[in-house]
């Protein structure tokens, strides 16, 4: 069997937003050495540069939940174009932000434009592809993401030893290049209904009672993900002693395995409910993270990143996909925007909150807490409301599979 035969069944509007995504992801080299930048190259202390990739995160958290108003109103197609060229303007003018509130002032202008992409390309993805086919689609996303990660940071490696300038410069030309591929090969949104929906449209969205709980329950999950971001790298360079070089060897598993592994893997638990691939995710998640605690050599520290691995390539989709099916069609956008402000808030809070806890606990309670973060999350999902077109859905679906056995 074909590992990749779901991805067959996308629609080619599908394929434009994957490839645009890559050309963006390609040139993504600013904000991996974002902090080098600024204390190498602007004289900032360390504390002081992290706080600039804090003030990035706040300006991705407030900016969700309003683009996802802003993408159903004008569009997902629109708001994407825009976000990519203001994007690269912003990135060409930042080179000349050199006072720390200016420069703070651009991360925030920066931040607003390019994290408007993020919710715009989820509710496109939802309008475009059947329900049965959205963990793939989110997967193949996914992979176009980590394809171009491990592209364009590793090149950038190598340029900011002959220029700063130039990270900025390219990252803003393959934003650009994006914005320009989806002119010259515009997508239509055909609309995909759900069969059978009867589901309560709420006039406001933290009414939806069912919806406001899955984004409860993804809240420690998403503190045990943004480790990786934090407390991690200082355990694994402290605690275990480990070079540099051996950490980015580390995080290129997780890369690695996503690429080959995502879309295959999420192809072949589409079938699966929502509760039970959420469930299994963060539970990985805790696992991989926790088990940190007990790992003191290199290659057992590998073995928990192949664990959350999985974790993550379960849950993200799964997580994406399942807001898509519960998001009325005339409020996607809102839904995913405040989806993505789940992911913000743990990008601006989980980083710091992990190192305080290392800082005055120690690893020990650290991967202890971490486990039952990643517990907690686990447990409620089981208990997450899976919509009666949603459970339809599956049921039709095992249907056709068992027709075509017998025949």
């Not at 407390?231 to 598993?253: C, E, Q, R, Y």
């Amino acid at each position: 069997m074909n590992p990749w035969k779901g991805l067959k069944v996308l629609p080619k509007e599908m394929w434009v937003i994957s490839l645009a995504i890559l050309i963006n992801r390609m040139g993504t080299m600013v904000l991996p050495f974002l902090v080098i930048y600024l204390t190498n190259r602007i004289g900032l202390k360390a504390g002081s540069a992290g706080f600039v990739i804090t003030f990035y995160g706040l300006g991705a958290l407030i900016t969700a939940p309003f683009v996802g108003k802003l993408s159903d109103k004008i569009g997902a197609p629109t708001l994407m174009k825009a976000s990519l060229f203001l994007t690269g303007i912003a990135l060409i003018l930042y080179p000349f932000f050199t006072s720390y509130t200016s420069i703070l002032a651009i991360t925030l202008v920066w931040a607003v434009v390019s994290e408007a992409f993020r919710p715009a390309s989820l509710s496109i993805t939802s309008a475009l592809v059947p329900a049965e086919n959205r963990k793939t689609a989110f997967a193949l996303n996914r992979l176009m993401i980590n394809l171009g990660m491990s592209i364009g940071p590793v090149l950038a490696g190598f340029l900011i030893e002959r220029s700063f300038s130039l990270i900025f410069y390219i990252d803003a030309t393959t934003s650009i290049l994006a914005g320009i591929f989806l002119l010259v090969f515009p997508v239509k949104i055909k609309e995909v209904h759900k069969d059978g929906s009867s589901h309560v449209v709420h006039d406001n969205i933290l009414k939806d009672r069912t919806f406001l709980y899955f984004l409860i329950s993804w809240i420690p999950a998403l503190i045990v993900m943004f480790q990786s971001l934090g407390a991690m790298p200082i355990f694994l360079t402290h605690d275990l002693k480990f070079p540099a070089s051996n950490v980015g060897l580390l995080f290129a598993i997780n890369t690695v395995i996503i690429i080959f592994v995502e879309v295959p893997l999420n192809t072949a638990m589409s079938k699966w409910t929502y509760r039970k691939s959420l469930s299994l995710g963060a539970l990985l998640f805790a696992i991989g993270y926790g088990a940190m605690a007990l790992a003191e050599n290199l290659y057992a520290i590998a073995l928990t990143i192949v664990i959350w691995t999985f974790g993550e390539m379960i849950l993200f989709p799964a997580s994406a996909a399942y807001t898509s099916e519960i998001a009325p069609d005339k409020k996607r956008g809102e839904y995913m925007g405040l989806y993505q402000m789940m992911f913000s808030l743990g990008f601006t809070l989980a980083p710091w909150l992990g190192t305080k806890v290392y800082e005055l606990y120690g690893a020990q309670v650290l991967w202890g807490v971490i486990f039952i973060c990643g517990a907690i999350s686990s447990f409620m999902m089981l208990k997450i409301k899976e919509r009666p077109f949603a459970l339809d859905t599956y049921e039709r679906s095992n249907e056709m599979e068992s027709k075509k056995e017998k025949l």
